[in-house]
């Protein structure tokens, strides 16, 4: 089975940098799109960032506009492991990150929970206040 383990979440300071994991096993993570979104407490999920393999080597990405400039979404397919990288420009809110793969082969970049087929269990993000 396709499993999808998120690292690196915790305490944080507002506005500190942070690099969250996503390793992925049990299937061709290359084939793979992948997404992060976020869910805080009692609210919604939402979409932050999403890649896609594209030939031998080549990457897609796609960032929600509301944390283009924020957050980075990387992947290394040699080590079936999606990032996603917050910089230090703006504070977040405390969140849940998931990390979710989508197996079909149309590559759109879905900003759409719905269209992913397995998730992960998700990683607390706390930001101190």
């Known amino acids: 089975q396709v499993q999808l383990v998120e690292s690196g979440g915790g305490v944080v300071q507002p506005g500190a940098s942070l690099t969250l994991s996503c390793i992925v096993s049990?299937?061709?993570?290359?084939?793979?799109?992948m997404g992060w979104f976020r869910q805080p407490p009692g609210g919604e999920r939402e979409f932050v960032a999403s890649?896609?393999?594209?030939?031998?080597?080549?990457?897609?990405?796609k960032h929600s506009d509301s944390v283009k400039g924020r957050f980075t979404v990387s992947r290394d397919n040699a080590k079936n492991t999606l990032y996603l990288q917050k910089n230090n420009r703006k504070s977040e809110a405390t969140a849940v990150y998931f990390c979710?793969?989508?197996?079909?082969?149309?590559?759109?970049?879905?900003?759409?929970?719905?269209?992913?087929?397995?998730w992960g269990q998700g990683i607390q993000v706390t930001v101190n206040s």
């Open positions: 979710a793969a989508k197996t079909s082969k149309y590559i759109n970049l879905s900003h759409r929970s719905a269209n992913y087929d397995y």
């Open positions: 049990g299937g061709r993570f290359s084939r793979y799109q």
């Open positions: 890649s896609a393999s594209i030939g031998w080597s080549g990457i897609t990405a």
